[in-house]
């Protein structure tokens, strides 16, 4: 699986909105963007998967570039339940074949200051 | 979303002694369910991968012996930690997939082995 770049962290402010970039300029034409994020002492929690158009759910929002190389999750009004880890991985669509893994990297520390 | 639960939350143990952790999908059938640990201030390691009714596939540097893995049926998955020491004190984490292809993590247990 392609690997992703996200920065180690940022400071966002309550209310407004978060975008958390990631970077994945390898990834191949069969591989899908998800994001997942853990807050504190919690297992990872899913939010969000595309492959190469824009996705929204009652979550976030998804922006993958035209060229597939890099993406942008948007969460629209931040709350400070919203402090947390954040991980862009990319993966092929699951099959017995291919493999189901999630590599997880560092992820993005998102902090939500009032 | 999907749901998964892990049971127990918290286990402490004595070195030497065996335990066992419980991974259920409770409203969706996981054909494939991971165990994960992650050790503080780390991302997750995946350990191993178990379709239903097949021996798990273990990572590299994973012992198999060591970390057995159940997957008897759709809904259950079981890690059992053999001769705990307290090297193999760690948040441990599994995950069902079933046929929409993502990955739900349960909320996790945190081992200690004194």
């Known amino acids: 699986d392609a690997k992703t770049t996200q920065p180690t962290s940022m400071d966002c402010a309550e209310g407004r909105a978060a975008n958390l970039p990631c970077n994945h300029s390898t990834i191949s034409g069969n591989e899908y963007v998800y994001w997942y994020r853990q807050i504190h002492s919690q297992g990872p929690q899913y939010i969000i998967h595309g492959l190469k158009n824009n996705e929204t759910n009652e979550m976030a929002s998804l922006i993958i570039t035209e060229d597939r190389k890099s993406s942008t999750l948007i969460l629209p009004h931040a709350t400070l339940r919203d402090t947390a880890v954040y991980y862009c991985?990319?993966?092929?669509?699951?099959?017995?074949?291919?493999?189901?893994?999630?590599?997880f990297g560092g992820g993005t520390r998102v902090l939500v200051k009032p | 979303g999907a749901v998964v639960s892990q049971h127990p939350s918290r286990v402490i143990c004595k070195s030497g002694t065996s335990v066992k952790i419980e991974c259920r999908s409770l409203?969706?059938?996981?054909?494939?369910m991971f165990w994960y640990r992650q050790f503080p201030k780390q991302s997750l390691m995946l350990m191993a991968t178990s379709n239903e009714g097949s021996k798990a596939t273990y990572e590299q540097g994973v012992e198999k012996d060591k970390f057995l893995i159940n997957h008897a049926s759709l809904t259950l998955s079981t890690l059992t930690v053999t001769s705990a020491h307290p090297e193999d004190s760690s948040f441990y984490i599994c995950s069902g997939q079933g046929a929409t292809d993502t990955q739900y993590f349960g909320p996790g247990t945190r081992l200690t082995v004194l």
């Open positions: 409203d969706f059938q996981a054909t494939t």
């Open positions: 991985i990319v993966r092929v669509a699951a099959s017995k074949a291919a493999g189901n893994k999630l590599t």
